[in-house]
């Protein structure tokens, strides 16, 4: 889906929109309809919008895993407003520590894993269960060297068929108050550094938020 943004900017949310991948735990598919179109001779055109919170490109906020976490609503906004950086990922499996390493990530940092999964996994008419994900050690990896945001090109960063590496990556990061952007749509995005544009949904005590989340090229 083409989006118009300026020359060198990038726009990776992932498009609300009838028919679009969700997790398969999720108890209904997300429902995104016109329920009155002018097209059809109504007087106004308006849409319905029938999904959970963890739909598209959105961001986890510690309420999601964590008893009485912040929400939605608490979370400060350069959380997810400022420089991060777009680091690509070779493991065909999994994110993990040796290969961070090798990226001298530092504190402070919001830092976006781009792999195998763009575009294939949020392009898909179904969930694709071969995707790359966060190995454990990896979160914790992060967590210790101080990054405040995460984010990964797929709808979880845990693997759906291992609870205990979801559990253990969503609560890691989360526990440290790192928040996580997922369903990053980065198929055309270059490693490197960006400015982050990205606000979730103000949902009142919210668990996680949908976002628009764009990229564009720090000023030199």
Known sequence: MAVK??????DISVPLKQGMVYFPTDPVPPKIYRYSDRALGAKVTMSMLE???HTGT???????????????????LDATIGPARVIEIKDPEKIKVPELEKHNIRKGERVLFKTRNSPRVYESEKFVEDYV?????????LVAKGIILVGLDNITIGHFKEMDNVN??????LEAGVYI??????ANVPPGEYELLCLPLLMYQGDAGPCRAILRPLKK
């Open 181 to 186: 952007l997922e369903d990053c749509a980065l």
């Open 51 to 53: 999904i959970i919170s």
């Open 58 to 76: 959105h961001i986890d906020a510690p309420l999601h895993f964590i008893p009485d976490g912040s929400t939605i609503s608490d979370m400060p």
């Open 133 to 141: 994900y966060f190995d454990g050690a990896a979160a914790e990896y």
């Open 5 to 10: 943004v300026p020359a060198g900017w990038y």
């Open 168 to 173: 253990k990556t969503h609560r890691t990061f």
